[in-house]
């Protein structure tokens, strides 16, 4: 399976590799601009990469859109519940920059508008369903259910290794079991100091979807990570299915933009939504 790299530029964070042909800016430490910006440049050049893309603090926008970024969703008050965050583009192909399925995006948008709940749902769950946090002793049926559902992924989540790292490095898994086998699984992943923190990894047992089981963990998820101290979630959702789109809007987040050919999973690269929600009481 084809991982992408990890890597740092002074205290950035930096992911990038062939899987889904791009650059990606985890994390801008803003004491490392400008310098930041020409070494994205030469490292997607150098390997031959079709994008950058980047996640800042408003406050660098001017700099990046300067070297011809573009962006194309925002967040407000996403760092430490004051500061909008941006989502930017940057691409060296008319091919990737130009939405092959524009039809596809706008009907899981309009689907997700008409089911939307603002504020959130309740949400319950069957008598013999049980959620809870899982633990990193339970990393094998953690890795073996990614497995069955997603055929490749932006990140090694069907590593047992690399799901103890997450837990140790402030993701929280939790995971719905019918008796003793996991059949649906979601993480957060905090940015304590941030205080925010993306609703990712979501994968449901393929005989068991259409049971309401993401929104669940989906809730689940979010009362845990206000627990510490988070204040807004967001989330990366599949442009091109429904599903997603439509447990975000019902759980009340806000649509704010779309990754154009962002994220290549099980084999193909897909648009992605972004989603946000403010979780203050």
């Known amino acids: 399976m084809m991982i992408d790299t990890l890597t740092t ?20 430490a803003t004491a490392d601009l400008p310098g930041i910006i020409p070494h994205l440049g ?40 004051q500061e909008s965050a941006l989502f930017l583009g940057k691409y060296f192909s008319p091919k990737r920059q130009e939405e092959k399925h524009p039809a596809s995006v706008a009907e899981a948008l309009e689907l997700a508008r008409q089911k939307a709940t603002p504020g959130g749902g309740q949400h319950t769950l069957d008598a013999a369903l ?17 497995r069955q559902v997603f055929a490749t992924y932006p990140f090694p989540i069907h590593e047992e290794a690399y799901l ?12 719905i079991w019918e008796g003793d086998e996991l ?13 925010n923190a993306e609703m990712t990894d979501f994968a449901t047992r393929p005989d068991c979807q ?44 806000t649509y704010s933009g779309t990754l154009t050919h962002n994220t290549q999973i099980s084999g193909t690269l897909e648009s992605m939504n972004v ?4 979780l203050l009481p």
């Open 275 to 278: 989603w946000h929600k403010s």
């Open 9 to 28: 530029f002074g205290q950035s964070k930096i992911q990038h590799g062939k899987h889904s042909d791009r650059v990606y800016l985890m994390h801008l």
């Open 42 to 81: 030469a490292l997607a050049g150098d390997r031959g990469y079709s994008k950058i893309f980047a996640k800042i603090p408003a406050a660098a926008e001017d700099a990046f859109l300067a070297d011809g970024y573009a962006v194309e969703a925002s967040i407000p008050n996403f760092y430490r519940g």
């Open 210 to 253: 259409g049971r309401g089981l993401a929104n669940y963990l989906l809730a689940q998820a979010e009362a845990a990570a206000a627990q510490c101290g988070i204040k807004t979630a967001y989330t990366i959702a599949r442009s091109y299915s429904p599903g997603m789109n439509i447990t975000f809007a019902r759980n009340g987040y």
């Open 164 to 175: 103890r790292q997450t837990m140790a490095e402030d993701v929280i898994y939790f995971g």
């Open 130 to 146: 049980r959620c809870r946090q899982m633990l990193p002793s339970e990393t094998a049926p953690m890795a073996a259910l990614y």
């Open 183 to 195: 059949i649906a699984l979601t993480s957060a992943e905090m940015d304590r100091k941030g205080e």
